[in-house]
């Protein structure tokens, strides 16, 4: 209980725009970047000197995003450049061409935040290839694109004459799934055979960020690479940033506005996990909480479901893999 209320009342942040050291020759992809925590990434890794991708569906909103940041550091010496990539998460079939047209660009890949997701969509709603629509654009497509991107952040990580670890991939979750998963974290069955539960659908796919996250782990661990999951928000979904996520759900985005924290903050969360040297190797498959910080007391159900069977674990969150790889592979 005592590690849930502590992210109801986070410390001041300890890493911020005032504090990063410069970032400049490091390469950040950043899907959904145009908006609410990612669009306050964009600018504080921009403004540290960064060459920032906006990854997203919407060319025009990422252009408007793009001057915005640029007029917002316009006084700032060093700053870095901006970049559009389109992708769409919630179709397999388009996935592949972004990641391509990304390495056809470039040949250094520092930090992937894997930042993009839907929440509470209408009831039914289904990606194109048929797959529940929240489990598709929040896991089914990162899992597809960090997979396509992993040579290059390998090669990135090879390169480095840095600190293991400085090359990561970011995912995002929420504290719902502390609040909310059912034991075990998800029900596997409900995947392939969703309930007409919005919520409960949600809850799954960013349970499986966090398996993502530590599967990931295991699989670059070796290369030097760190992969987290940070979960910028607290409290029910949409947690209590500023942003669009519930951009379905427009009541609810009105009745909460007034309790609801800046998106940077939420910035402050993602920048912590992808930039801070408080995080290392050994932090593989963790998780990372408001305002930047590791989390103290994630509940031991789902620790177990990140350990294999052979580990003394449950092996749910490698089942889950399995599943993603399963789903993928046709599109690799």
Not at 114 to 141: D, I, R, W, Y
Not at 317 to 326: I, L, R
Request: charged share 15%.
């Amino acid at each position: 209980m005592g590690a849930t209320l502590s992210q109801f009342f986070p410390p001041t942040p300890s890493l911020t725009e005032n504090n990063l050291p410069s970032q400049q020759g490091r390469t950040f992809l950043i899907t959904g970047g145009y908006s609410g925590v990612g669009l306050e990434l964009s600018k504080i890794l921009y403004s540290a000197g960064g060459s920032v991708y906006i990854a997203g569906r919407s060319e025009s909103s990422a252009r408007a995003a793009i001057e915005e940041i640029k007029a917002g550091a316009k006084n700032v010496e060093g700053a870095g450049h901006l970049s559009f990539l389109y992708l769409d998460l919630s179709d397999l079939s388009l996935i592949k061409g972004s990641a391509m047209e990304f390495l056809e660009k470039e040949g250094r890949l520092d930090v992937l935040f894997n930042n993009a997701g839907v929440s509470q969509p209408p009831v039914g709603s289904v990606s194109k290839q048929g797959h529940e629509l929240q489990v598709a654009t929040n896991c089914l497509g990162p899992f597809l694109f960090t997979s396509l991107l992993l040579p290059v952040l390998r090669e990135t990580a090879a390169s480095l004459n840095a600190p293991e670890g400085s090359v990561r991939i970011v995912w995002t979750s929420s504290q719902v799934v502390d609040l909310s998963a059912p034991t075990g974290g998800l029900v596997m069955q409900e995947l392939d055979t969703p309930p007409k539960d919005n919520f409960g659908n949600y809850v799954n796919s960013k349970t499986g960020n966090w398996f993502l996250a530590s599967e990931f782990g295991k699989q670059v661990k070796n290369n030097g690479i760190l992969s987290v999951v940070q979960k910028p928000t607290c409290a029910k979904n949409p947690g209590n940033l500023k942003t669009n996520l519930m951009r379905n759900k427009i009541w609810m985005m009105y009745m909460s506005y007034p309790l609801l924290y800046p998106g940077k903050l939420g910035a402050y969360t993602a920048l912590w996990a992808g930039v801070s040297h408080e995080l290392n190797l050994d932090d593989s498959g963790g998780y990372v909480i408001l305002w930047g910080r590791k989390h103290p007391g994630p509940r031991v159900d789902l620790l177990d479901a990140l350990k294999t069977i052979e580990e003394a674990g449950t092996g749910r969150a490698n089942e889950f893999w399995k599943w993603c790889v399963a789903k993928t592979v046709d599109y690799s």
